[in-house]
């Protein structure tokens, strides 16, 4: 397949429709029909169903645009690393996070660093760790931000200065918000939302110990503070879940008792040699943390 195809396909992905796909890629309606027919062939499956209005993916097509998108992001990526000179500190960085306080460390960093180097560009994806860990994979990103605990044998990691702390976000109308710490037994029939992932599922289970069977958890999610906030006012029901700086005007947080916490890594993978800004920024991460402990490069 070439990049040129794969950037047609896109375009008909999102535009949704033959005939405005066409005018954006700059092509015949009937070149672009032939392209797909082609790239279908070549590929043995259906990648569109076609309708007299528009055309939709497959699903095999929605996983042929994810990995599409991956593969265009990382020529894309690698074109601009090679293009910039070695005098100059330039290019981008992509970096993948969580949602943890750590992030406001290193957005400090990348501000004074951007602030020296004016010349380099960053790019931010937020996601939860096995998510950053694909696109750690795959390429697209240079370093992720991961909330322990997580697997980490294949990369090198600097430890992250801060501690991430689980708490109780409730409603400061709700009988909770009068504690000054929660205990398992205070959630047993209390409605709650919490994290999917499943390592963090794990070590709240076992913070719960034998209440774990009582508990009622009504939703799951991924990421996004502000819809679990949002949920919590709406009294979908309480959330478990890390502290998090701003204002919940009529939201708190309690902690747990005993507490639970996890640690945070910034990761890159062992066998990937790194353009010479990402390891000038790794440099200057581990300068302005000093970070020296054992595991730690």
């Known amino acids: ?33 032939r392209q797909l027919m082609q ?23 929605m996983f042929l645009r994810r990995r599409a998108q991956e593969i265009i992001d990382l020529t894309e990526k690698t074109e601009k690393e090679l293009k910039h000179s070695e005098e100059v500190v330039s290019g981008e960085i ?6 943890t306080r750590n992030m406001a460390v290193l957005s400090e960093l990348m501000a004074s660093f951007q602030k020296r180097y004016p010349e380099v560009g960053f790019h931010l ?52 918000a009068g504690k000054e710490k929660i205990v398992p037994a205070d959630l047993i029939g209390v409605p709650l939302i919490a994290a999917e992932r499943q390592s963090v599922r794990n070590q709240l289970e076992n913070w719960f110990g034998d209440e774990t069977e009582s508990l009622q958890i009504v939703t799951a999610c991924n990421l996004s503070h502000t819809n679990m906030a949002m949920m919590v006012e709406n009294n979908v029901g309480a959330a478990i879940t890390l502290e998090i700086t701003g204002s919940y005007e009529n939201l708190c947080f309690r902690p747990l008792e005993p507490e639970v916490a996890s640690g945070c890594v910034l990761v890159w993978k062992k066998d990937r040699m790194l353009s010479p800004t990402v390891a000038k920024f790794l440099a200057y991460i581990r300068e302005k943390i000093n970070v020296d402990r054992p595991g730690n490069l």
């Open 125 to 176: 994806y937020t996601a939860i760790a096995d998510d950053v860990k694909e696109r750690l994979e795959n390429g697209s990103m240079d370093m992720g931000l991961l909330l322990e605990p997580v697997e980490i044998s294949r990369y090198h990691f600097m430890r992250m200065p801060f501690e991430e702390r689980y708490h109780l976000l409730v409603r400061r109308d709700s009988p909770l």
């Open 94 to 99: 992509y970096i993948g996070s969580g949602e």
């Open 39 to 61: 790239m279908e062939e070549e590929l043995g499956v259906k990648l569109f169903h076609r309708g007299r209005h528009n055309i939709l993916l497959t699903e095999e097509g």
């Open 1 to 33: 397949m070439e990049l040129r195809v794969l950037k047609y396909f896109l375009t008909v992905a999102r535009e949704e429709n033959i005939t405005r796909a066409a005018a954006l890629c700059h092509v015949t309606q009937p070149t672009l029909s």
